[in-house]
């Protein structure tokens, strides 16, 4: 009887131990999509998880992606005007863009695509005025018309691009196959990164901002997150330099070239990262006092790094995130 008992012990503390080492268990995997390099870390997840991660950001990069063809995007903008039937998800996030683009008196705007194809980052080239004013009269997101059953339609010659909102749209769906599968995820899928649950000591994951005036990896700000999305927006990431002038990636809509603006980044906290992505991207575009002044209205999260190195936190940031400041 006592043999039979020590040997139950025994057992129960070996499934005691196998499921503790299963909760605090490593996996990791990276791909490249939308043209970005992503990771997942997962601690404790289930066998299938990571593969079905790269299976849905391969998905929607199959929906949303401005270069495959045959994808939402790629047939709205080869449509010649007229209507066509997407997505119920890409319709929706199409709607999201519109409302953004409203709320931030159009410096977001997905229908910046004829301007992003002018501009090249990687070949350096600056399109000519003409070009540019020509494909500058084509940019009005109030244009996308959303209609009936899923159809959208765009005014011929216009196109739309969702790189500044696609990636946090898809952060929170990747976010939400995570739950209930994994103890803790670390999503990074370029400047958005979403994490769920906790590390395998039932902390809180922490999530530096990068400070991109900085050569060295300080930063001002460390954030601590259970279940939340940290955006990142700047005019660091993608750029090349010509006679003293930064060309960074992120066009402002009403001039249609790269955004004047006295922010080098701008970093958001939310639990929506596709909100929190497009809304990044306009910050760069609006600058620090606008984007104060907006983001405190709408009660977002938000820390940002200006070209003089001043670091301006919302009163949300300052009350509602978990951070510690740079010592
Ligand atoms: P990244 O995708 O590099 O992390 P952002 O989220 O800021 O950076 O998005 C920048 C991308 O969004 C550009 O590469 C372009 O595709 C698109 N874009 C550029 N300017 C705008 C704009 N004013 N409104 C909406 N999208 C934009
Ligand atoms: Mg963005």
């Given at each position: 009887m006592r043999v039979l008992f020590a040997a139950l012990c025994l057992l129960l503390s070996s499934a005691v131990a196998c499921a503790a080492e299963n909760q605090s268990a490593k996996t990791a995997g990276s791909g490249f999509y939308f043209d970005t390099y992503v990771t997942f870390t997962l601690y404790?997840?289930?066998?299938d998880l990571i593969s079905d991660l790269h299976q849905l950001c391969a998905h929607y990069e199959s929906l949303l992606?401005?270069?495959?063809?045959?994808s939402d995007v790629y047939r709205l903008n080869h449509a010649g005007g007229k209507p066509v039937t997407v997505d119920p998800e890409t319709y929706a996030l199409l709607q999201r863009a519109k409302e953004i683009s409203e709320l931030t008196d159009h410096a977001?705007?997905?229908?910046i695509a004829p301007l992003s194809e002018l501009w090249n980052f990687k070949t350096h080239t600056i399109p000519g005025d003409a070009q540019r004013i020509a494909a500058l009269a084509?940019?009005?997101?109030?244009?996308?018309v959303l209609g009936q059953e899923h159809t959208v339609s765009l005014a011929p010659g216009m196109q739309i691009d969702l790189g500044g909102i696609a990636k946090g749209y898809i952060a929170d769906q990747a976010a939400a196959l995570t739950r209930n599968r994994c103890t803790g995820a670390i999503l990074n899928l370029g400047g958005n990164v979403y994490c769920t649950g906790s590390k395998p000591d039932g902390s809180a994951f922490k999530v530096g901002v990068e400070n991109?005036?900085?050569?060295?990896?300080?930063?001002?700000a460390v954030i601590s997150i259970t279940d939340g999305t940290v955006v990142t927006s700047g005019t660091y990431e993608r750029y090349f330099e010509e006679n003293g002038i930064r060309y960074h990636h992120i066009l402002d809509p009403q001039t249609g070239s790269p955004a004047q603006t006295d922010l080098v980044s701008a970093t958001i906290v939310s639990t929506c990262s596709m909100d929190a992505d497009a809304f990044a991207t306009a910050c760069i575009v609006l600058g620090s006092e606008r984007s104060l002044e907006l983001l405190t209205q709408l009660r977002l999260d938000a820390i940002l790094i200006t070209t003089e190195g001043d670091i301006l936190l919302t009163p949300g940031f300052k009350t509602r995130v978990d951070y510690q400041p740079a010592s």
């Amino acid at each position: 009887m006592r043999v039979l008992f020590a040997a139950l012990c025994l057992l129960l503390s070996s499934a005691v131990a196998c499921a503790a080492e299963n909760q605090s268990a490593k996996t990791a995997g990276s791909g490249f999509y939308f043209d970005t390099y992503v990771t997942f870390t997962l601690y404790g997840a289930d066998a299938d998880l990571i593969s079905d991660l790269h299976q849905l950001c391969a998905h929607y990069e199959s929906l949303l992606s401005k270069t495959q063809v045959d994808s939402d995007v790629y047939r709205l903008n080869h449509a010649g005007g007229k209507p066509v039937t997407v997505d119920p998800e890409t319709y929706a996030l199409l709607q999201r863009a519109k409302e953004i683009s409203e709320l931030t008196d159009h410096a977001f705007s997905v229908s910046i695509a004829p301007l992003s194809e002018l501009w090249n980052f990687k070949t350096h080239t600056i399109p000519g005025d003409a070009q540019r004013i020509a494909a500058l009269a084509l940019v009005d997101d109030e244009r996308i018309v959303l209609g009936q059953e899923h159809t959208v339609s765009l005014a011929p010659g216009m196109q739309i691009d969702l790189g500044g909102i696609a990636k946090g749209y898809i952060a929170d769906q990747a976010a939400a196959l995570t739950r209930n599968r994994c103890t803790g995820a670390i999503l990074n899928l370029g400047g958005n990164v979403y994490c769920t649950g906790s590390k395998p000591d039932g902390s809180a994951f922490k999530v530096g901002v990068e400070n991109p005036l900085c050569p060295d990896p300080v930063t001002p700000a460390v954030i601590s997150i259970t279940d939340g999305t940290v955006v990142t927006s700047g005019t660091y990431e993608r750029y090349f330099e010509e006679n003293g002038i930064r060309y960074h990636h992120i066009l402002d809509p009403q001039t249609g070239s790269p955004a004047q603006t006295d922010l080098v980044s701008a970093t958001i906290v939310s639990t929506c990262s596709m909100d929190a992505d497009a809304f990044a991207t306009a910050c760069i575009v609006l600058g620090s006092e606008r984007s104060l002044e907006l983001l405190t209205q709408l009660r977002l999260d938000a820390i940002l790094i200006t070209t003089e190195g001043d670091i301006l936190l919302t009163p949300g940031f300052k009350t509602r995130v978990d951070y510690q400041p740079a010592s």
